[in-house]
């Protein structure tokens, strides 16, 4: 009789150990195999906001960074600048940036920003994919320039707000992403205000 109960206590403690090992060993398997599933943290991070700092930026002078693998320019306009904006509009094919799908509500005015002397826009052509150059300087692509982006591609030209000239084949205005100012000098890209969109 002592040997039964041996026997149990024995198989118990082994059953126990069985399962405790056993249940490790699933855990060790099932945590990698779970996390295939989720998105890397590269992932993550290409769709994520991104944030620079707009201090030091030069008015006339243009940064580009990458937001989800799309270069993206940053800039500052000067007050003659922001002046000629409204005498192209009779040269623009979407002056009034009409097309809902180019800019969020709250850049869809004259400078297509939200504060006037910085600019926000996709450097990314709208005929082909081309990426424009920054040629802010008069009469620098023709005599009749009044500086903006030229795509070299095939000779889309846009102002200082990225709104596309008529007789280009471009068919539509530099996009603006969505973004915001959490501070004075910090612009977030990639993410509105909460309620602003």
């Known amino acids: 009789m002592k040997q039964e109960g041996a026997d149990k206590g024995r198989r118990r403690f082994l059953t126990g150990a069985a399962t405790v090992?056993?249940?490790?060993?699933?855990?060790f398997v099932a945590v990698p195999f779970l996390s295939y599933w989720q998105?890397?943290?590269r992932t993550k991070a290409a769709g994520a906001p991104i944030e620079t700092n707009?201090?030091?930026l030069e008015p006339g002078q243009l940064i580009t960074i990458s937001w989800r693998g799309k270069p993206i320019w940053v800039f500052r306009r000067t007050k003659d600048e922001l002046d000629k904006l409204p005498?192209?509009?009779g040269r623009l094919r979407d002056p009034q940036s009409k097309v809902a799908s180019q800019q969020p509500p709250y850049a869809a005015n004259a400078t297509r920003s939200i504060r006037p002397e910085v600019g926000v826009l996709?450097?990314?052509?709208?005929?082909?994919g081309c990426i424009p150059l920054y040629k802010p300087e008069v009469g620098s692509v023709d005599a009749d320039w009044?500086?903006?982006f030229f795509c070299p591609c095939h000779g889309s030209k846009y102002d200082l707000a990225g709104r596309v000239f008529t007789g280009v084949p471009a068919p539509m205005n530099l996009e603006v992403p969505p973004y915001w100012f959490p501070s004075e000098n910090v612009v977030t890209i990639g993410e509105h205000k909460e309620g602003s969109a």
């Open 21 to 27: 090992v056993g249940g490790t060993g699933a855990a």
């Open 39 to 41: 998105p890397s943290a």
């Open 54 to 56: 707009v201090s030091k």
């Open 87 to 89: 005498k192209l509009n």
């Open 122 to 128: 996709i450097g990314i052509c709208t005929h082909l």
């Open 146 to 148: 009044p500086g903006g």
